[in-house]
């Protein structure tokens, strides 16, 4: 496996996590998940069809975007589940390994987390603490450079740490194209993953 994709899977960031420890990959009928806030559901369901592409992800991702009249084609991941299988056993075509997975991130990061739908309810109402935490929230449940990029530049005329933000998830980034392979490479690229996110989640209070 390459060793960027790897690093790539290291990004991806926290939340989902606690969840994920909680509800099968699988199944979106346990009790764990529909016990979960519509938004929390919602990233579940991205990072299982991310992490294992099968029928089964695709139709849970599906069905609840039909719940929550999000219009979106989802056959249109199909194709990337069709070249994921077929490079299955292609272990020797990394680099498209890497295309692909960069390619899976953008598609899923279309699909907008709901906290970016949370900020904008509390801009719209003046609250500027709860619009910057939930947008910044939302950044940390995006997969894709451009995303969380794109999210960061948008934040940044009402918070301007967001360009700080910024600046070092570009630092980061090189740092993952600098490193090598070997686990301590892994290892302080983690801990530095780890830092920016505590960092991204930290508000600072604006004036």
């Known amino acids: 496996m390459n060793w960027t994709l790897i690093v790539t899977l290291l990004f991806i960031l926290l939340f989902v996590r606690i969840f994920w420890a909680h509800v099968k990959a699988n199944n979106a009928n346990t009790q764990a998940f529909k016990n979960l806030a519509e938004k929390d559901k919602l990233a579940v369901l991205k990072e299982c069809l991310l992490n294992n592409p099968t029928d089964s992800n695709l139709q849970n991702l599906e069905e609840f975007l039909k719940q929550s009249r999000t219009d979106l084609d989802t056959q249109s991941y199909r194709p990337l589940m069709e ?112 830092a920016w996110v505590e960092d991204l989640l930290t508000v600072e209070k604006t004036e």
């Not at 075509?93 to 598609?107: G, P, V």
């Not at 947008?135 to 794109?150: F, M, Q």
């Open 83 to 194: 070249r994921q299988l077929a490079l299955a056993d292609k272990k020797e075509n990394l680099d498209q390994w890497d295309r692909l997975y960069i390619e899976q991130c953008e598609w899923v990061d279309q699909i907008q987390p709901l906290e970016f739908a949370e900020a904008e309810a509390a801009k719209a109402e003046g609250n500027t603490e709860i619009y910057i935490t939930r947008w910044l929230e939302g950044v940390s449940r995006l997969y894709s450079d451009k995303a969380i990029e794109k999210a960061l530049k948008q934040l940044e005329p009402d918070y301007p740490k967001a360009g700080r933000l910024l600046l070092s998830y570009t630092k980061l980034v090189e740092a993952c194209t600098e490193s090598g392979a070997d686990d301590k490479s892994l290892e302080e690229l983690r801990k530095k993953r780890d």
